[in-house]
């Protein structure tokens, strides 16, 4: 299990082994400047995922697995599966425009995960089929998400992904999810709190096949 390694400087927080950019950072201000913004909350590393790191240094995928990141932003937890445990990560994301930011990060964390920019919808079961474990941070933020999100878990689910960790501060439409998939997926939540690089507290759907 990778250690906690807490550091920050001006440009990135450093936890696990893995650095998240700020704002800050030179290459992230570059990015900014060039594009108009972010359509879809994809433009920041939240806090969500540091959570789920720390919960998936306890409860790691194998090695060499395929992991799927849904809504994966700038790839920070996906980042830190490829690097800390050589997974397979492929992230997904309907903002294209995380794409560079997500190559800055893997390089400054010298890790690669692929990018397809495109929503979670349009997985099919025989593309799911290929993955072992599915993990999403922050993506149950509207109450029009929470009717596709259950149905790509119980689409996941028949394909034969073994698990699926879905990690939220505790909105409306993640309980709402929460609550179909532990009625008939036999899901569960679990509470986890971190108190470096900040204390916070947010909850994990656990889905196991």
């Known amino acids: 299990m990778p250690q906690p390694n807490n550091s920050q400087n001006a440009h990135y927080i450093e936890h696990l082994g893995i650095k998240a950019l700020k704002s800050s950072h030179p290459g992230v201000r570059r990015l900014k400047r060039q594009q108009q913004g972010h359509s879809a909350h994809g433009n920041k590393v939240w806090r969500s995922s540091f959570v789920l790191m720390d919960y998936l240094s306890t409860y790691p995928p194998a090695p060499k697995s395929r992991v799927l990141d849904i809504g994966c932003g700038w790839g920070l937890t996906g ?39 495109r929503g979670f919808e349009t997985l099919t079961s025989d593309e799911l089929s290929g993955y ?28 034969g992904v073994e698990r ?16 179909r ?27 196991q096949s």
């Open 79 to 117: 980042l830190f599966l490829a690097k800390q445990y050589a997974t397979e990560v492929t992230g997904i994301d309907i903002d294209d425009s995380v794409a560079p930011f997500l190559a800055l990060q893997a390089e400054i964390n010298q890790c690669a995960m692929a990018f397809q920019a």
């Open 132 to 159: 072992q474990t599915i993990i999403g941070t922050d993506i149950c933020f509207w109450d029009e998400l929470t009717e596709p999100l259950f149905d790509l878990l119980k689409l996941a689910i028949s394909a």
């Open 164 to 179: 699926i960790i879905i990690a939220d501060p505790g909105r409306p439409p993640f309980w709402d999810l929460v609550d």
């Open 181 to 207: 998939s532990a009625e008939t997926l036999d899901a569960s939540v679990v509470t986890r709190r971190i108190y470096e690089p900040w204390k916070t507290e947010k909850y994990m759907l656990v889905l």
